[in-house]
């Protein structure tokens, strides 16, 4: 009897399960994030080559819905030149493969994500969205990382995140394979836990700290982030901000900023401050200043930013944000040495379509300028950027 018990218990979860699966795979979503981008870079010098892309492609996306609380995802990311630009003149715009400028076409995300309550467990290529590590979908692809993530909101007014991550995608998914991080993150990765706090009232805080589990051969031992908001009326805020580095063999960094800002109907604007001490401070992938809307996505030198912006709303459904921002160096380096204006503008179309235009002049000091010249370092001459994305999603079950 109690075979037959076993058995028949079997035979019914395995059905069961059949059920579960097949009505799972019927309950998947699959999702469509094309884009269109546009990209041109123009420096001051001869010697700097120029850069000039138009490529289009996007995210193509499969869900599962839930089997016994777990889902499965793939993804194929894809930018292809759109044959109205050389590729030749594709390096340095970020759409195209590092090194190669060839087209990009590989599996961004393939994950599984078990769900209980509040708690989720993600595991294999995913984006994140952290401080330190996150997805930067700034240009036709954002970028992905390989590894595994338990996010909880159980815990009353309180997100909480612990990943480990060893391989990525590339700064915006310039790879078309997940590269090695070895040499930068230890040859065992990177464990990080990430926190988010509003119980106190109008303010929300974030905190972040990352550890390179094999830290003997890298740099970077370490980082730190976190940061306060608070609301001081429905319509301004104040927010703080603080980053540090630990290094293997250097001394060690210090990052400190500050915002100040107004929301209104018609208007929004801020003022922004940063200052380096130290070492370079480094983010993960990318950084996440208070002045990095404009500074660039590399380590930041030792210097102080002063800068701010302002968003006008002229028309329902269309922003114009207008921003200016100086750069000093503070020690021997003087490579962030500048100043940036940038037009940034949005419009929606409708909920499926999304235009943006971004226009930046990057103005460098002639200090920046001399040192770029006496050393034939590239980086130190101005620039002006030119950007335009066409965003197209839809979506079926």
């Known amino acids: ?29 699959v999702t469509l994030d094309a884009r269109a981008f546009y990209f041109d870079r123009s420096f001051d010098k001869s010697n ?22 777990v889902r499965l995802g793939i993804a194929q990311y894809g930018s292809y030149l ?19 400028n060839n087209n990009l076409s590989f599996v961004g995300e393939s994950y599984a994500k078990y769900s209980h309550g509040k708690t989720h467990l993600q595991i294999g290529k995913q984006r994140l969205f952290t401080p330190l590590a ?6 036709l692809l954002p970028s992905t990382y390989q590894g595994f993530v338990i996010r909880t909101g159980e815990l009353k007014d309180t997100l909480v995140e612990l990943g480990l ?27 990080y836990g990430y926190i988010e706090n509003i119980s106190l009232k109008n303010t929300k805080i974030i905190a972040q ?27 301004s805020f104040v927010e703080s901000q603080y980053g540090s580095n630990d290094y293997r063999v250097q001394k060690d960094s210090k990052m400190y900023g500050a915002t100040v800002g107004m929301n209104f109907d018609f208007i929004d604007g801020a003022v922004v401050y940063n200052k380096i001490l130290g070492n370079a ?56 040495d500048f100043a940036e204006t940038m037009i940034d503008a949005w419009y929606k179309v409708n909920n499926l379509n999304k235009l943006r235009v971004r226009y930046s002049i990057k103005d460098e000091t002639n200090k920046a300028s001399a040192y770029g010249i006496a050393n034939n370092r590239t980086g130190y001459d101005d620039r002006i950027d030119f950007r335009v994305v066409y965003y197209y999603s839809f979506a079926t079950r």
């Open 1 to 29: 009897m109690r075979k037959i018990t076993l058995v028949a218990v079997a035979a019914l979860t395995a059905l069961s399960a059949s059920e579960n699966l097949e009505d799972a795979l019927r309950q998947s979503r």
């Open 48 to 69: 700097t080559p120029n850069a000039t892309a138009l490529t289009i492609g996007g995210i193509a996306k499969v869900e599962t819905g839930e089997f016994f609380g």
């Open 82 to 100: 759109a044959g109205l630009t050389d590729r030749k003149d594709g390096g340095g715009t970020s759409l195209l493969e590092s090194g190669t």
């Open 134 to 139: 996150n997805d930067h979908d700034l240009r």
């Open 165 to 191: 991550i060893e391989r990525y995608s590339g700064f915006t998914s310039t790879y078309n394979t997940f590269k090695d991080m070895s040499t930068i993150w230890g040859n065992r990765g990177l464990a």
């Open 209 to 235: 700290y990352a550890k390179a589990l094999d830290a003997d051969t890298i740099a970077v031992k370490d980082y730190k982030y976190a940061s306060a908001r608070y609301a001081i009326t429905k319509d």
């Open 281 to 336: 401070w480094r983010a993960i992938e990318s950084g996440a200043m208070y002045t990095d809307w404009q500074q660039g996505y590399g380590n930041y030198e030792p210097s102080e930013a002063l800068g701010g912006y302002i968003i006008l709303k002229p028309i329902k459904d269309a922003t114009i944000k207008l921003g200016k921002v100086y750069i000093w160096a503070k020690e021997q380096s003087i490579r962030d």
